[in-house]
């Protein structure tokens, strides 16, 4: 179970304590690790044939732990609002929904968890706007809207891609 590949996903837990430093270079470079980490666990896994339901449960949920505490540091900070904190995660909110209705529909059972592809599109986003906070640029609103509709993609291509499947069982 701890392979390469899911010892790179739980660095960045690890990667995420450094922003309790309150230093722009330590924090970039962490930033940076956990996006090669991000990059370079699937890879790897892959490519080694050594891909397991653990890990690729594990690696969303290192994602999202990193994200999580770096926003609540720059909340904290001052640096996000409460409701761009929100946009921020609104991504992770929509994973959420969507696991309240496989509940709903019964759907858990036999459900592959898979990465999407407006997930790997909000993740990219997500260290963008981190990167870009660390360095004190200030975003406009707009800006956290996208994060609000790439949500809703990302919910509707999970949505479907469920519908798809469960009509090949």
């Known amino acids: 179970m ?5 010892v790179l996903s739980l660095s960045r837990g690890g990667l995420a304590l450094a922003f309790l430093q309150d230093n722009p270079w330590i924090r970039l470079l ?18 080694q044939r050594t891909t397991t339901q653990f890990g690729a449960i594990l690696d969303p949920i290192m994602d999202k732990f990193f994200v999580f505490f770096v926003g609540g540091v720059f909340y904290l900070e001052g640096k996000l609002t409460v409701l761009g904190l929100t946009a921020l995660l609104s991504r992770d909110i929509s994973l959420c929904c969507f696991g309240l209705f496989l509940g709903i529909v019964r759907g858990w059972s ?29 975003f406009p ?15 509707v291509e999970l949505v479907l891609r469920y519908y798809r499947n469960s009509r090949k069982i």
């Open 110 to 138: 036999g459900y592959e968890v898979k990465a999407i592809w407006w997930g790997k599109i909000t993740t990219v986003a997500q260290f963008t706007l981190l990167i870009g906070l660390t360095v004190n640029f200030v």
């Open 141 to 155: 609103n707009w800006v956290y809207l996208i994060f609000v509709a790439m949500a809703a993609f990302a919910f």
């Open 2 to 6: 701890l392979n390469f590949s899911n």
């Open 30 to 47: 962490a930033i940076v690790l956990a996006m090669l980490t991000d990059f370079f666990d699937g890879y790897l896994a892959r490519r």
